[in-house]
């Protein structure tokens, strides 16, 4: 075997020094920028916005917009499994109402039983994971009908996204329940705490978000379940041939999903203190633009938790700055339709690079294979 393609196999593609050789050229260093791209991002919008306001870098200001982004990035994390299956959930953010709409309607009116002429209440751990219960059973639903009705995952979350808001509507009839603080009488108190919370001095909100973070980095890297994830977005078919079970992960993806996008609706409900039908609608695209942004590739297979976590802090920070200098909520919604766009096309262009890299890389051994084997002229 010849020097050049001995070294190419001993080095792996992640290791230090394969980064190292790459930061030699040009394209090299354009490919870890575009790698890098949430990052540096995010650090260009901290320099911008600090330097156009004052109070955007300072400790209550990161505090109050760090729990705005935690909000998002666990519905977020939710998407990236979807999506690192190459799937979508457009549903999340109406999953997220109708969690929101049915924990309202326990704490404020409780489990009306009309024939029985009893009224059930409930304590508040319990409204929680009714409320979680709803956003997986919501999550399951699609995962029955993309993996057992063969309907495309976008048209099936497309479907459960009316559907859900439709719910959540119907729950009190259009109207919000404006005042959830429940009652001692009924044991059911103490709801605000989990969005207005603190533990240790640290807002609940944000310890919820490392708390999902750290499950879900452990799951996609920890477990056989997040490398299946992986290698079902990756090639559906080959994973499918290695004995993967791959409807049983697609189930699994939408059921996380489901529930991450009702922790959101519920965190959103508490710090309210009222249910709202139309709680987080577009949140959505705001998660499906974070995941994006993060790194995760549209079309599965490639992605992380820690990746979608810091484009939840661009999207987060850039409205939240936006907001701090008094920029109009139709150019925000503007602004963050760009930010969407740029981030499918970045994705598009690693895609496109890594297909070459990858072609070139083979072309390249196939060759020296070839070279090799060429029989020697003896005269």
């Known amino acids: ?36 791209r949430a990052f540096v991002a995010l650090i260009a919008i901290i320099v911008v916005f ?69 009224v059930v209440w409930f304590n508040v751990p319990l409204v929680i994971l009714i409320g979680l219960g709803v956003g997986a059973g919501c999550g399951a639903i ?16 497309l479907g459960m996204l009316s559907v859900a808001r439709g719910f959540a509507d119907l729950r009190n009839n259009g109207t919000t329940f404006p005042d959830i603080s429940g009652t001692p009488e009924h044991h059911n108190t103490g709801f605000d705490f989990i969005g207005t919370g603190s533990f240790l001095h640290i807002p609940f909100t944000i310890v919820l978000l490392i708390l999902f973070s750290a499950a879900a980095i452990f799951i996609s890297k920890r477990t056989p379940f997040g490398r299946r994830v992986y290698a079902v977005g990756g090639n559906e078919r080959a994973a499918e041939l290695s004995g993967v079970r791959v409807n049983r992960i697609k189930m699994g993806v939408y059921i996380i999903s489901g529930t991450c996008a009702a922790m959101t609706g519920l965190l959103i409900t508490s710090q309210l203190n009222a249910a709202f039908p139309d709680t987080a609608t577009s949140y959505e695209l705001t998660a499906i633009a ?38 109009s909520e139709f150019w925000q919604m503007i602004a963050k339709g760009s930010v969407i766009v740029a981030a499918v096309a970045l994705d598009e262009a690693q895609r496109r690079r890594q297909t070459r890299a990858s072609s070139d890389t083979v072309a390249a051994l196939v060759e020296e ?4 084997e060429k029989p020697v002229a003896h005269v």
Do not use: Y
Not at 303 to 318: D, E, M, N
């Open 1 to 36: 075997m010849s020097a050049p393609l001995h070294a190419l196999r001993r080095q792996a593609p992640g290791s230090l020094q394969s980064v190292l050789n790459q930061l030699k050229t040009v394209q090299g260093w354009k490919a870890l920028l575009l790698r890098m």
């Open 50 to 118: 600090s330097a156009i306001s004052p109070a955007f870098f300072t400790a209550s200001n990161l505090r109050v917009m760090t729990i705005h982004v935690s909000i998002v990035a666990i519905m977020a994390i939710g998407e990236t499994f979807v999506i690192l299956s190459a799937g979508i959930d457009l549903s999340v953010g109406a999953v997220a109402g109708l969690a929101g709409m049915i924990a309202g309607g326990l704490l404020n009116n409780g489990l009306d039983l009309g024939p029985l002429g009893v």
């Open 142 to 157: 699609n995962g029955l009908l993309i993996t057992r009705l063969g309907v495309a995952p976008f048209i099936a979350t």
């Open 290 to 327: 974070a995941v994006v942004l993060g790194g995760t590739s549209l079309f599965g297979g490639r992605g992380t938790i820690g990746g979608t976590i810091i484009g939840s802090f661009v999207i987060g920070f850039l409205s939240d700055g936006l907001v701090l200098v008094g920029v």
């Open 369 to 372: 294979v070839v070279q090799s």
